[in-house]
T-cell receptor, first 115, second 117 residues
């Protein structure tokens, strides 16, 4: 069965500092991988996804993630944090057959950005 | 498109009452998902539909929960009777089946926050 582990339920960075949110997955075959962001009292929004091809994926708001098969990881990074990045971030996986986009989510990482 | 529309946004009810949550997916999308979010369990998939047909309801916690999709533009999630442990945010999401090389992307609604007293 697939699973996702996000290391660190809370991450705090200073404005302008590097953001690194960690995600490891467990799957018998390389899955599709996603990062979603949830702002307070809102639904989840897609940040980026990896399906095939280039392992470094760029998303919205300056975020990117790199698929590393050997490490079964899909960590999310942003070179310089902005106050508006404060939110909860979810890593998710789906099967290659995708089943309409059925996702298994990690527990989430809350990102705080200090001025 | 207005996106995925959920109602009500907030519901406060007493234990034992029936609760009905509603979802209007994005027009043309052929998959619809119901997720539940709690602090303790995170985001859990409850059930999903393809072309209005339930495909997998293994995540529905108990017989008190039921979901229907009578047509392509409407779905309900019903809890009867409700219990305090059902308090959570319930999300509806929809997607369109992509091509063979693609991956469906879920579009989420804003959620329905349920509090059962």
């Amino acid at each position: 069965a697939q699973s996702v582990t996000q290391l660190g339920s809370h991450v705090s960075v200073s404005e302008g500092a590097l953001v690194l949110l960690r995600c490891n997955y467990s799957s018998s075959v390389p899955p599709y991988l996603f990062w979603y962001v949830q702002y307070p009292n809102q639904g989840l929004q897609l940040l980026l996804k990896y399906t095939t091809g280039a392992t470094l994926v760029k998303g919205i708001n300056g975020f990117e993630a790199e698929f590393k098969k050997s490490e079964t990881s899909f960590h999310l990074t942003k070179p310089s944090a902005h106050m508006s990045d404060a939110a909860e971030y979810f890593c998710a996986v789906s099967d290659r057959d995708n089943q309409g986009g059925k996702l298994i989510f990690g527990q989430g990482t809350e990102l705080s950005v200090k001025p | 498109d207005a996106g995925v529309i959920q109602s009500p946004r907030h519901e406060v009810t007493e234990m034992g009452q029936e609760v009905t949550l509603r979802c209007k997916p994005i027009s043309g999308h052929d998959y619809l998902f119901w997720y539940r979010q709690t602090m303790m369990r995170g985001l859990e998939l409850l059930i999903y539909f393809n072309n209005n047909v339930p495909i997998d309801d293994s995540g529905m916690p108990e017989d008190r929960f039921s979901a229907k999709m009578p047509n392509a533009s409407f779905s309900t999630l019903k809890i009867q009777p409700s219990e305090p442990r059902d308090s959570a945010v319930y999300f509806c999401a929809s997607s369109l089946q992509s091509g063979a090389r693609g991956a469906n992307v879920l579009t989420f609604g804003a959620g329905s926050r349920l509090t059962v007293l």
